[in-house]
């Protein structure tokens, strides 16, 4: 097992070679800049790439050729044209490099695998994780991801990336997890690294989630958007002027934590009165639990639910439910106006399991953004909910692995 260990760092070694520039080899950079080109623009033909790049015709065909040998780059057929001698298309390589994502939810793992291409080859949702603050629980997780590797039909030479979405206060740049799994000196990006054998990066699963949206989901070229993950906590991702926004530590984006009310309910971070309190998946169950305690009926009543029960009882008319997403909804909105009054965004994007619930959750968000935000700003801001629904986290993770190959 040890030697198969170093013989796969190895092959990734060799695999990356290209990403692994020198700053000063300017060969290898503009080799790293054509496949941005076409992982942002899709196929190109020579001249085009030629001219976006600001090189020859000439240098840029040497270079073409030379990434096709390496197999990075493909030739796609010719661009029909009316006129004239149809030029070669170009683009990456679907098959030259994989990345895995592991978004990581309350009681359950999703898992996908990627191509540089950006297209999802492999997906399996849901997959029942113990997600607890132990070493044990680590293991258990990363059990999960070796044997969806094991299972893969790909080359896993070609894996270039794992990416671990994890909940809470996470410094992708130092490779720290602050919230869970820091049980030592070590950073977890190397924990992980050598319980699953590829090199790993981490992220927050809102910050994923977003990007995964701004990526593939209902981002149509807006560049600043905000992405509210309303799942059993509360968190968002923040998009500025197409760059996911970090924060000077990584933690940007603890909407959750914003304290907003008086009340005596105990958030998960230790403090009192936090907005995640009232408006979550965590929030809806206590509140849903409260009222049924007090003598109020539901489809809910004398069973453990779960978020799938909750839509249930909701498309079935359910009053509570709908009278406790409502509330949830119209709260958010009262939050989410501030942060238009302050960002101005393009774009808010409403994701994480709550959202699920459609309209009786988005509805109420609008109704309060109308009412406290300002009409100059709303004017221009498109209030939805998540295209990419429940995938969003998992195509996210595997986007920042490719994008993290591009930032070292």
């Not at 190109?44 to 976006?52: C, F, K, R, V």
């Not at 893969?152 to 671990?164: A, E, G, M, T, Y």
């Amino acid at each position: 097992m040890i030697k198969k260990y170093y013989l796969r760092i190895e092959l990734l070694h060799i695999n990356m070679n290209l990403f692994n520039t020198n700053k000063e080899n300017k060969t290898d950079l503009t080799k790293n800049n054509i496949i941005k080109f076409y992982i942002a623009n899709g196929n190109s033909t020579i001249y085009d790439l030629s001219q976006e790049l600001n090189l020859s015709v000439p240098t840029t065909t040497k270079l073409v050729n030379e990434m096709c040998a390496e197999g990075y780059v493909r030739e796609y057929g010719k661009l029909e044209t009316s006129e004239g001698r149809h030029p070669n298309l170009y683009g990456v390589n679907p098959d030259s490099g994989y990345f895995v994502g592991v978004d990581i939810s309350h009681s359950v793992v999703n898992l996908g695998l990627m191509d540089f291409k950006g297209d999802l080859v492999d997906l399996q949702m849901n997959v029942p994780c113990c997600f607890e603050n132990t070493p044990e629980a680590l293991d258990g997780l990363c059990r999960v991801v070796n044997e969806f590797i094991e299972q893969l039909s790909i080359d896993k030479q070609k894996i270039l990336n794992v990416h671990f979405n994890i909940p809470g206060r996470v410094n992708p740049q130092t490779g720290y997890s602050y919230s869970v799994f820091n049980f030592s000196e070590t950073p977890l990006t190397k924990v992980l690294s050598d319980k699953v054998g590829y090199p790993v990066n981490i992220d927050n699963d809102s910050r994923a989630m977003a990007y995964g949206e701004f990526m593939k989901g209902c981002v149509k070229g807006e560049k600043n958007v905000l992405f509210l993950n309303v799942s059993w906590g509360l968190g968002m991702g923040i998009v500025i002027n197409g760059r996911l926004y970090n924060g000077k530590s990584g933690y940007a984006g603890e909407f959750g934590h914003v304290h907003l009310f008086e009340n005596e309910v105990l958030c998960h971070c230790g403090k009192k009165g936090c907005l995640e309190t009232e408006a979550s998946a965590s929030a809806f169950y206590r509140i849903v639990t409260e009222r049924l305690k007090n003598g109020e009926s539901s489809l809910l009543q004398d069973k453990s639910f779960t978020i799938d029960d909750v839509i249930d009882a909701i498309n079935s008319e359910d009053v509570l439910c709908i009278d406790v997403v409502e509330e949830i909804g119209y709260k958010l909105g009262e939050a989410l106006s501030a942060l238009i009054n302050i960002f101005n965004p393009e774009l808010v994007v409403i994701g994480g399991s709550m959202a699920l619930t459609g309209d009786y959750l988005l509805q109420p968000i609008k109704t309060a953004i109308r009412k406290y935000s300002l009409n100059l700003l709303i004017r221009d801001t498109c209030i939805c909910l998540s295209k990419l629904k429940d995938k969003a986290g998992v195509i996210g993770a595997c986007m920042l692995g490719r994008n993290r190959l591009f930032d070292k």
